[in-house]
């Protein structure tokens, strides 16, 4: 079982920038995709940034390309979710997810719209307010 933490929520101006972290222990050993999905009150989750194993590959959102940038943080089992530009529209529950090993990345890449159910593993959560 993989256990994900995010942090680095909170309230920001527009046009100001967040960084998110998710740091991921338990059996993690690095051969996950990792994602970044939101969720706002009424409406269904959304993946907005994806990373391969690799820590190369990566796939973004229509609605957050150029201004979200995933990357590896400080080791191999942190993914960063770097936000820049936010607007009210990004007020949401950013939740890290990481699947179970062994997703095509070549599958990921091409979607249009990354869904939820590719992922096994869910951290709980943490509040984005852009106000």
């Known amino acids: 079982h993989v256990q994900l933490v995010e942090s680095g929520g909170g309230l920001v101006q527009p046009g100001g920038s967040l960084r998110l972290s998710c740091v991921a222990s338990?059996?993690?050993?690095?051969?996950?995709?990792m994602a970044w999905f939101r969720q706002a009150p009424g409406k269904e989750r959304e993946g907005v940034a994806a990373?391969?194993?690799?820590?190369?590959?990566?796939y973004y959102s229509d609605s957050v390309k150029g201004r979200f940038t995933i990357s590896q943080g400080n080791g191999k089992n942190t993914v960063d979710l770097e936000m820049d530009s936010l607007t009210a529209e990004d007020t949401a529950t950013y939740y890290c997810?990481?699947?179970?090993?062994?997703?095509?990345?070549?599958?990921?890449?091409?979607?249009?719209?990354?869904?939820?159910?590719?992922?096994?593993?869910w951290g709980q959560g943490t509040q984005v307010t852009v106000s």
């Open positions: 997810a990481a699947d179970l090993g062994g997703t095509s990345w070549a599958t990921i890449s091409q979607m249009k719209i990354l869904r939820p159910y590719l992922f096994a593993y």
């Open positions: 338990g059996n993690f050993y690095g051969s996950n995709v």
């Open positions: 990373m391969n194993p690799d820590g190369v590959g990566t």
